[in-house]
DNA sequence: GCCATGACGGAGC
DNA sequence: TGCTCCGCCATGG
């Protein structure tokens, strides 16, 4: 059980047609002010693990960019269009309105 | 076991 | 409003 286990864990009860920001996602895994490592182990995730990673953005509700995705951040925008979440034009999501919002506090 | 890295966040200028 | 800098810490070489 690595830290990224528990990222996944979180990331997976993410719903259709929400986001969370890596942030978040972090300190529901009991990682708080870890974003980086969420980002991380984002960036190692495989498709057979079967995680909605396009529902994770960061906190300025924006989908990151990074040479290292290889342009799968269009796709990310893609598939969240797809689950009817809406962007501004200037390529943002409106958090207020998408924001998950998990249970626990 | 040390060192660099990383899909970030937020304070500061 | 936007860019830069620093912290944070698990993971991999």
């Known amino acids: 059980m690595t830290a990224y286990d528990r990222i996944y ?18 300190e529901l895994a009991d990682y708080p002010r870890q974003a980086r490592l969420v980002g991380y182990a984002l960036y190692r995730i495989t498709p057979e693990q079967n995680i909605p990673w396009h529902r994770v953005i960061n906190a300025k509700g924006e989908v990151s960019h990074s040479v290292l995705r290889h ?27 998408y924001q998950w919002q998990p249970h626990k506090m």
């Open 9 to 26: 864990a979180i990331t997976r009860q993410i719903p259709y047609g929400h986001v969370a920001t890596y942030g978040q996602i972090a």
């Open 71 to 97: 342009g799968t951040d269009y796709l990310q925008r893609h598939l969240l269009e797809q689950e009817g979440i809406e962007f501004t034009p200037a390529g943002k999501i409106s958090l207020s309105r």
